[in-house]
């Protein structure tokens, strides 16, 4: 079975920061531009994936078929509080036997975070969009991928083989600006 597109989605702090040291998404780092974005796109997604914390950041996609990372089962287990979700622990089952139990086959998977969730799909993504809130520092927050703040967001990128391929701006008051990366030179899926 083939795998769904894989779209992802972010807004970071000028240090590359998706959640402060709470590992809470602060109302500093919510622009009505970027949600608006974001909660279109999900709109548009066959089905979405997220760790245990990563809901929607402000709701309202319940509905979407999805996969909720967790650790605490070894593979896939449906969710007995979801009857559209699935946990999945990607040590002990792939993407595509995840996605085969989700029954999704073609279409766009949103991948929407957290740290280590948007580090797992840095091989695979067709697309990330990745918005900039430059006025914003988190000290000591959640990183949007697992090597930052060592390398910066776009650098992690950049060395995942992705380039951008269009920078709008969102916002001009907070200077919110959303790049759209994609595979520079892979051969798209
Ligand atoms: N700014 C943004 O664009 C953005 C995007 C996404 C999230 N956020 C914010 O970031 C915060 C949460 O970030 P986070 O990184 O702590 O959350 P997260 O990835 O959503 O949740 C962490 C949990 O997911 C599970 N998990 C993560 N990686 C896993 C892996 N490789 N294998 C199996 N399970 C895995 C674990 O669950 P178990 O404990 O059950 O094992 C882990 O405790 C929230 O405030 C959220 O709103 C912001």
Redesign the pocket.
């Known amino acids: 079975m083939p795998l769904p597109r894989i779209e992802g989605?972010?807004?970071?702090?000028s240090d590359g920061?998706?959640?402060?040291a709470q590992?809470?998404?602060p109302p500093e780092?919510v622009f009505e531009a970027d949600q608006n974005f974001?909660h279109g796109a999900l709109e548009q997604a066959d089905a979405l994936v997220?760790?245990?914390?990563?809901?929607e950041?402000y709701p309202p996609t319940g509905h979407k078929p999805r996969l909720?990372?967790?650790?605490?089962i070894t593979a896939l287990e449906h969710d007995n509080e979801n009857a559209n979700a699935w946990?999945?622990?990607?040590?002990g089952a792939s993407i595509e036997d995840a996605c085969a139990a989700l029954k999704i086959a073609g279409g766009t998977l949103g991948v929407?975070?957290?740290?280590?969730?948007?580090?797992?799909f840095l091989p695979l993504y067709d697309t990330f969009h990745l918005?900039h809130a430059p006025s914003v520092t988190l000290p000591g927050g959640?990183p949007?991928f697992p090597q930052v703040p060592a390398l910066s967001a776009d650098e992690v990128l950049k060395r995942s083989g992705l380039a951008v391929k269009k920078t709008r701006v969102l916002d001009p008051s907070a200077n919110i600006t959303l790049s759209t990366w994609e595979p520079e030179n892979r051969t798209a899926r």
């Open positions: 989605y972010a807004i970071v702090s920061m998706l959640a402060n590992g809470v998404m780092l974001f997220h760790g245990r914390h990563s809901h950041r909720i990372a967790t650790r605490s946990l999945w622990n990607p040590s929407i975070g957290g740290t280590d969730i948007f580090g797992l918005s959640r949007v």
